[in-house]
């Protein structure tokens, strides 16, 4: 099967640390040391140890203040990618190669897409029998056993978006929020209840009222991200 999703040519380095949220320093083989940016918002818990593998993407756009980009992080659990924005991109991929099978009843894919009260989410499936929202969040927490953990930080933007999935759901349009599971050693996904007690109970609640939840497993190399197949979603309510 193709990828999902295809880097560049990477440069591995040696992870020295990651600061300012966005911000990490990382040394080449060359012996240079250079900033690259981070593109992960969350804590990056078990993703950030001094001394870690790391490989970074290169850009050569003259605007950007940075040229290089932390990609991928080696964890005594596996290959990690810390780049959570490219989870969208992965899922939209993988829905339409039909891999999460409770979400294939579509004919047509719409993206960023307005759900009211200056809100959008992430994507409408249209054409099925019923519209289904989806809204999806990148997990790279392993924790123990293989279980995937999200949120890795207090987060009121996560909430909400339960709270808004939930609210759109009714008996002609269904709502899905979908776990893209950016780490190799994760084998099962769950609500970090011992970050972000709020959280796991609004998904909690949110699934007990018919929000679907599911998870997606994805294989991460160096050459790029490939969705292959459901994982188990713990911490939530059985829906459909």
């Not at 593998?53 to 005594?76: D, F, G, I, M, Y």
């Not at 002609?172 to 893209?180: D, H, Q």
């Amino acid at each position: 099967m193709e990828l999902h999703w295809h880097f560049q040519e990477l440069e591995k380095g040696a992870l020295i640390k990651r600061y300012k949220r966005f911000l990490a320093d990382v040394v080449l083989p060359t012996g240079e040391t250079v900033v690259a940016h981070c593109p992960n918002t969350g804590a990056m818990t078990g993703c950030q140890e001094p001394g870690s593998s790391v490989w970074l993407s290169a850009s050569h756009n003259p605007k950007r203040k940075l040229a290089w980009t932390l990609e991928l992080v080696e964890t005594q659990q596996g290959m990690v990618c810390v780049h959570s924005s490219l989870a969208n991109r992965v899922v939209q991929a993988a829905l339409k190669d039909r891999i999460l099978t409770p979400l294939a009843d579509f004919k047509t894919l719409r993206s960023e897409v307005p759900a009211g009260n200056n809100t959008r989410l992430d994507l409408r499936l249209e054409g099925g029998e019923r519209p289904i929202w989806v809204e999806i969040k990148a997990v790279s927490w392993c924790g123990d056993d293989g279980q995937g953990l999200f949120p890795d930080a207090v987060s009121l933007r996560a909430r909400r978006h339960i709270k808004e999935l939930a609210a759109l759901r009714s008996p002609g349009c269904r709502a899905a929020l979908v776990f893209c599971v950016f780490h190799a050693g994760v084998t099962r996904v769950a609500p970090a209840v011992d970050v972000d007690p709020e959280y796991a109970e609004a998904l909690w609640e949110a699934s007990r009222s018919g929000l679907e939840v599911y998870g997606l497993g994805v294989e991460v190399s160096v050459r790029g991200l490939r969705a292959t197949h459901q994982l188990p979603v713990e911490g939530v309510a059985r829906v459909g």
